[in-house]
Nanobody, 124 residues
Framework: VQLQASGGGLVQPGGSLRLSCAAS????????VAWFRQAPGKEREFVAV????????YFADNAEGRFTISRDNAKNTVYLQMNSLKPEDTAVYYC??????????????????WGQGTQVTVSS
């Protein structure tokens, strides 16, 4: 599976962005797809995931209520809609695919395929 993240950019605080993660590969629909982010000088952190079997979504506490994640298997694409953006959301956002067990669903360890990242900058 190859992943291509896009949709980043510069947005003012309170604004919105929609990130896309386009995947190649016939088995994309069998993978959970997650978004992580990494701010300068910080470790990469979990943002959200769309699972496969039960189609559940999980979010980091700082994303809950502001971000939504969706997937369109026909287009091999997962979306991260980000609303009410804050300066602390500034980071490079990465999408990742894998088949994590629940224990690892919020960790990098759960995902074997990674996209190249897209920069999101929230600033006035």
């Amino acid at each position: 599976v190859q992943l291509q993240a896009s949709g980043g950019g510069l947005v003012q605080p309170g604004g919105s962005l929609r990130l896309s993660c386009a995947a190649s590969g016939r088995t994309f629909s069998s993978y959970a797809v997650a978004w992580f982010r990494q701010a300068p000088g910080k470790e990469r952190e979990f943002v959200a995931v769309f699972t496969v079997n039960n189609r559940r979504t999980y979010f980091a506490d700082n994303a809950e209520g502001r971000f939504t994640i969706s997937r369109d298997n026909a287009k091999n694409t997962v979306y991260l809609q980000m609303n009410s953006l804050k300066p602390e959301d500034t980071a490079v956002y990465y999408c990742a695919a894998g088949k994590p067990i629940l224990t690892y669903i919020r960790t990098m360890r759960g995902y074997e395929y990674w996209g190249q990242g897209t920069q999101v900058t929230v600033s006035s």
